[in-house]
């Protein structure tokens, strides 16, 4: 017998004691032996389309769901869905609308979360831009009070870090698509958070202006002005630096900045003064302040860079 021969009947008795091994264990704790699906067969190919078809089914039904506003309910089966069929355009598909699901249920936290996944996991799909936008507008209704536009409460005051990062969001969006329909609303959103983040920091400017912290108050307004172009607190800014550099003693300056008020208000830029106020008691005891005024050492040239 050749060395073949010996090979070949060596591999078929091992196979026959271990199906025999394996039949002996099923007999003896009464349980049938296992199948083995014939690879060649239509069988998977059928179980494939079942399983579409179940998936399809639970779809339509998440879907239903959120369009009649049981956000909830939608939110369970679109888990039920990628739980069973995590693989399939299904469960992208849930994954996306989960989202808006979350959104709309008043859970910003998990959308947000939600977003940031699908982004990762896919960067190239189709729907990146209105998960971008979408974003963008959980971010840009954070914070939203009852308040917003009434002249009742500044709500001008409070944080916004939500907003800036929605102002990133629809930057990102008409950055990298810029042909996407979701960018004429970005872009009249954005204008809206450019003015009102603007605002938010003017109160930072009066902030350090009201404490004689000059200097800040100066640099912080530089900075409204530079990061916030066309926005109305810009005018803010300006009549805060004039007023800034002339308590610093910085009267050329000073002059500098009144004047580019001046070109937008004329009116407004009168009543900025370029010399330092005198303080309450200066006021009550001008004499004093005289005194103290030419006793008072030139001042230094000051950075304001």
């Known amino acids: 017998m050749t060395v073949a021969r010996l090979i070949s009947h060596a591999k078929r008795t091992i196979t026959v004691l271990c199906t025999s091994t394996l039949l002996a264990a099923c007999a003896s704790d009464g349980t049938a032996p296992p199948i083995v699906d014939n690879p060649f067969s239509d069988s998977d190919r059928l179980s494939q389309r079942e399983l579409r ?8 039904s998440a879907r239903t769901r959120l369009d009649s506003g049981d956000y909830l309910g939608a939110l369970e089966q679109y888990e039920q869905l990628r739980a069973r069929y995590p693989f399939s355009e299904f469960a992208t598909q849930a994954q996306l609308e989960s989202v808006f699901a979350h959104y709309r249920s008043f859970q910003p936290e998990q959308a947000i979360a939600e977003a940031d996944r699908f982004l990762r996991e896919h960067p190239r799909d189709d729907a990146v831009p209105y998960m971008l936008y979408l974003r963008g507008m959980i971010n840009f209704e954070r914070n939203k009070s009852f308040f917003d536009g009434s002249d009742l409460v500044d709500t001008t005051k409070r944080d916004v870090a939500s907003l800036r990062r929605a102002f990133d969001d629809f930057s990102q969006l008409i950055g ?18 450019r003015n009102r983040i603007a605002r938010n920091e003017m109160h930072v400017v009066r902030y350090y202006f009201d404490r004689r912290a000059w200097l800040a108050a100066a640099r912080r307004a530089e900075d409204v002005i530079a990061e916030y172009p066309g926005a109305p607190a810009t005018l803010d800014a300006v009549e805060m630096l004039a007023r800034s550099y002339a308590e610093l003693g910085l009267r050329e300056q000073a002059e500098q900045a009144r ?47």
């Open 53 to 60: 078809l179940e998936a399809d089914e639970l779809y339509r």
């Open 176 to 193: 990298r698509y810029p042909d996407s329909p979701f960018v004429a609303d970005a872009r009249q959103r954005m204008i809206y958070l």
């Open 259 to 305: 004047k580019l008020l001046s070109q937008v208000e004329p009116e407004r830029a009168k009543l900025v003064p370029v010399e330092p106020e005198p303080s309450w008691w200066q006021r009550l005891w001008p004499f004093g302040a005289q005194r103290e005024a030419a006793a008072a050492p030139a001042p230094e040239a000051l950075s304001t860079s």
